[in-house]
């Protein structure tokens, strides 16, 4: 009961997450993104680039107590498990191999995500 709880904690987390996420999809012949202008918090100085949703991601990856699968960390992500398997076999996103399964150690993940989020 208690893992079905935290699954049904997990899909609520990310319908969240991607309802505050940006659509990806440009329209034909739109203008190119422009980078926003720099966080600034009144009295740190310039913001870490770590907003509320990327805290609760990493914050939601490090809690749960198995390892992740590729489609799962994809799902909270919000990228395609393809994405996540070319990460793992070029060596640049830590994993662990299970009799030919790829895995995701979630400290490993969690601290991995924390390295690479930049500041805006």
């Not at 009961?1 to 309802?19: L, W």
């Not at 749960?64 to 393809?82: D, I, N, P, T, V």
Request: proline share 6%.
């Amino acid at each position: 009961m208690t893992e079905r709880k935290t699954e049904q904690q997990t899909a609520a987390m990310v319908q969240t997450i991607r309802s505050f996420a940006p659509s990806r999809r440009r329209a034909v012949g739109a203008e190119p993104r422009r980078k926003p202008p720099a966080r600034v918090d009144a009295q740190n100085g310039p913001a870490s680039g770590k907003s509320e949703v990327e805290a609760e991601i990493i914050a939601l990856i490090a809690a749960r107590r198995g390892a992740w699968s590729a489609s799962g960390l994809a799902e909270l992500l919000g990228c395609s498990g393809k994405h996540i398997y070319a990460l793992a076999k070029s060596g640049r996103m830590p994993h662990l191999r299970i009799d030919g399964m790829i895995r995701f150690d979630p400290a490993a993940t969690a601290q991995w995500l924390r390295e690479r989020f930049i500041a805006a």
